[in-house]
C-alpha cells in the first residue's frame, strides 16, 4: 500500500469507499444534493462567488457533470468503489466531490465517527 501523501484522489475515493461502504448511501445521496442547490438561485449564487481558482460557470458545470454520474449510476455507486472512485474522483470532478464530501462531515452530525476522522485524513490538507 501506497503511503497517505501518495495516494492519489481516484485512491482516496476508493479507499474511503471500501472503509465505509454503509455511509456512501447518504454520502452520494448528500453529493447529489449540493449538486442540486448549487443549481438553485443562480444569480444570488454567481453574485456571491469568490472563490479565485474556478469560475462560477466552471464550478456549476463540475456540479452538472456530477450530479449526471449520480443520476446515472445511482445505487451503484454505493455498492462498487472503483464505480464510484473512477466516476467522481476522476480530474476536476474531484475538486466539486471531495468539496462535497467534506462539507458532508462539517455540517452533519455522524454516528461513526471514524468516517469523520477518515475524511478529515484523506481529503483535508
Request: charged share 20%; glycine share 4%; aromatic share 12%.
Amino acid at each position: 500500500m501506497k503511503a497517505l501523501n501518495q495516494l492519489n484522489n481516484l485512491e482516496r475515493g476508493k479507499l474511503l469507499h471500501q472503509l465505509f461502504p454503509n455511509e456512501m448511501p447518504a454520502l452520494v445521496d448528500f453529493v447529489q444534493g449540493m449538486c442540486e442547490a448549487v443549481n438553485e438561485n443562480l444569480d444570488l449564487n454567481r453574485a456571491k462567488w469568490n472563490n479565485g481558482l474556478f469560475s462560477f460557470d466552471f464550478w456549476l458545470s463540475l456540479a452538472g457533470d456530477v450530479h449526471a454520474v449520480t443520476e446515472k449510476y445511482g445505487p451503484k455507486l454505493h455498492k462498487n468503489s472503483n464505480l464510484f472512485a473512477d466516476q467522481l474522483f476522476d480530474g476536476y470532478l474531484a475538486c466539486f466531490t471531495i468539496h462535497c464530501i467534506v462539507t458532508y462531515t462539517a455540517v452533519r452530525q455522524h454516528e461513526n465517527s471514524k468516517f469523520v476522522k477518515a475524511v478529515d485524513l484523506l481529503f483535508n490538507p
